[in-house]
């Protein structure tokens, strides 16, 4: 499934299903984007980045997608688990700045 | 051992009030932010310091006063609480300026 996360909607996942979480930022100048994950009654956790020279980074489970040109950032979690219920925040940092502007967020639910 | 820890983690208060809330992180950074999170979830950046300079002060009442006493901790103090004050506030660190950010678990605060 996908979502676009500008307005906290919710995205419902089959358990083993792959998970695509949507986000449009704003600033060209924005050099580095981050993905967080936050549970609930928890702070944001890291999960993976990007900096603005590259289009695809891959980890454990989780890869981003970049497109500059439509300024989109996309998170594609793989064989969602129950463990991956959360909402999930992109962030960006302005060129050469020094804050992380997030956006809205979307909450993230695995169905069993 | 906690990275990022906050103080306290619930404070229910009432309107008129005077309250603290303290940050500290044990990872060495040097780049430490407050954030609030209201009831949508949007996280807004309020304040940051780098190395006990303070480098951002968004538009934030002047009943919010950050100190940060040395780089490991910021602390955050609010004059005459009101009710739109209620949010989680949480505070993070970064190596570097604009960089990935560890969070604390946040601190809910109802104003009353």
């Known amino acids: 499934g996908e979502s676009v996360g500008l307005h906290l909607p919710t995205l419902s996942v089959q358990e083993g299903d792959n998970s695509i979480i949507n986000c449009a930022y704003s600033?060209?100048?924005?050099?580095?984007f981050i993905w967080y994950k936050q549970e609930s009654g928890k702070g944001p956790q890291f999960i993976i980045d990007?900096?603005?020279?590259?289009d695809k980074r891959q980890g454990q489970r989780v890869t981003v997608l970049l497109n500059k040109t439509v300024k989109h950032l996309s998170l594609q979690i793989a064989a969602t688990q129950p463990g991956d219920s959360a909402v999930y925040f992109c962030?960006?940092?302005?060129?050469?700045?020094?804050?992380?502007?997030f956006g809205t967020g979307t909450q993230l639910k695995v169905e069993l | 051992d906690t990275a990022v820890s906050q103080t306290p983690k619930y404070l229910v208060t009432q309107m008129g009030n005077d309250k603290s809330i303290k940050c500290e992180q044990n990872?060495?950074?040097?780049?430490m932010y407050w954030y609030k999170q209201d009831s949508k979830k949007f996280l807004k950046i309020m304040f940051s310091?780098?190395?006990?300079?303070?480098?951002i002060n968004e538009t934030v009442p002047n009943r919010f006063s950050p100190k940060s006493p040395d780089k490991a901790h910021l602390n955050l103090h609010i004059n005459s609480l009101e009710l739109g004050d209620s949010a989680v506030y949480f505070c993070?660190?970064?190596?570097?300026?604009?960089?990935?950010?560890?969070f604390g678990s946040g601190t809910r605060l109802t104003v009353v």
């Open positions: 993070a660190s970064s190596p570097l300026a604009g960089s990935g950010y560890t």
């Open positions: 600033n060209s100048a924005s050099d580095y």
């Open positions: 990007i900096r603005s020279n590259m």
């Open positions: 962030a960006e940092r302005g060129g050469g700045g020094n804050k992380l502007t």
């Open positions: 990872l060495g950074h040097d780049t």
């Open positions: 310091y780098n190395n006990k300079e303070l480098i």
